[in-house]
């Protein structure tokens, strides 16, 4: 009965996935438009903040569920940290460089996911045997580069950092991805989300205060504070929700490479709203890391099927 209902077309899980990649997608844009109006440091509080009141009431009552268990609230200390600094580095990345090319850079992070996996899961250890992951990743990483060295301003100051800080991002979300697997492997993934929320809102809130200008926001118009409150709902608080529905009814596999289309919805975004335009030669690399990337995870997929 089970292998039938596995082998249907499962409706739930679709759309989740493709919630997912819009709702994610919508992120990058929203950010690099809220750029111009208020800082980095400002911009992450806020949008976060409003994603923590949005699912408050669901928060309160995961933890309620979960409140003889204490132990949670230490577990989560590590995840939340590399969240922290993984939003730091991935919004202030946006005030260097423009959405889709940033978008495409971040997806470096599946490499980092990947070898991280099979160092601290010993189910993944059959991955270096597997020479359709190793290719993979050697293709990733070509794509990577040749999208790197295919930009024109790739040697000004301002572009270099801004690729810093999104490589920078990228391997930290690798780390909290690693991260949360390790930690709440125990634990409901609701109570988990719940708790890294509110921690990663109280330090981005400490952030927001010692290096940020909360004084900016004053000065916005209703509109930044509806593109404010939409992208920490949408980019956020939905996305999160999706993602793990997606996961839990189908696994990581089919989400994994479905958001891999999200650099060009992305790259749709920012041409309509900001004129971005990538080069032939940096689409083509960039496919080249996509498919790299969608060769490793499929490895991975056949590895835990057989």
């Avoid at 309160?60 to 939003?87: F, Y």
């Avoid at 930009?151 to 909290?176: C, H, N, P, S």
């Avoid at 004129?275 to 496919?287: N, R, S």
Wanted: proline letters at 3%.
């Amino acid at each position: 009965m089970s292998r039938t209902r596995t082998s249907r077309f499962d409706l739930l899980a679709t759309l989740a996935v493709m919630g997912t990649l819009v709702c994610w997608s919508a992120g990058p844009i929203f950010i690099k438009y809220l750029a111009g109006y208020i800082d980095s440091w400002t911009q992450n509080f806020l949008r976060y903040a409003v994603a923590f009141v949005f699912w408050l009431p669901l928060c309160i009552l995961s933890l309620r569920r979960q409140i003889v268990d204490k132990g949670i609230w230490k577990v989560a200390l590590i995840p939340a940290g590399a969240n922290v600094v993984m939003q730091c580095f991935w919004a202030l990345s946006f005030y260097y460089i423009d959405p889709a090319f940033e978008n495409l850079l971040i997806k470096s992070s599946l490499i980092w996911i990947a070898l991280f996996s099979i160092i601290f899961f010993a189910d993944e250890r059959p991955l270096v045997t597997s020479p359709q992951f190793w290719t993979g990743v050697v293709i990733s990483t070509v794509g990577v580069c040749g999208v790197l060295f295919s930009k024109q301003d790739f040697a000004e100051k301002r572009t270099a950092a801004g690729i810093l800080i999104t490589l920078i991002a990228a391997f930290m979300w690798a780390v909290y991805t690693v991260a949360v697997k390790v930690a709440f492997k125990n634990y409901d993934s609701r109570s988990s989300f719940a708790v890294v929320t509110v921690y990663t809102t109280a330090a981005l809130g400490v952030l927001g205060l010692l290096v940020g200008n909360f004084q900016q926001s004053l000065e916005m118009t209703p509109w930044q504070w509806a593109c404010v409150v939409i992208s920490g709902v949408v980019s956020i608080a939905l996305s999160h929700v999706f993602f793990y529905t997606a996961i839990k009814r189908i696994g990581a596999t089919i989400p994994s490479m479905a958001l891999l289309a999200s650099p060009f919805l992305v790259l749709l975004g920012s041409y309509l709203i900001f004129g971005e335009v990538l080069t032939v030669q940096q689409i083509v690399f960039g496919l080249v890391l996509l498919g790299g990337s969608s060769l490793a995870i499929w490895a991975q997929g056949q590895l835990k099927k057989n």
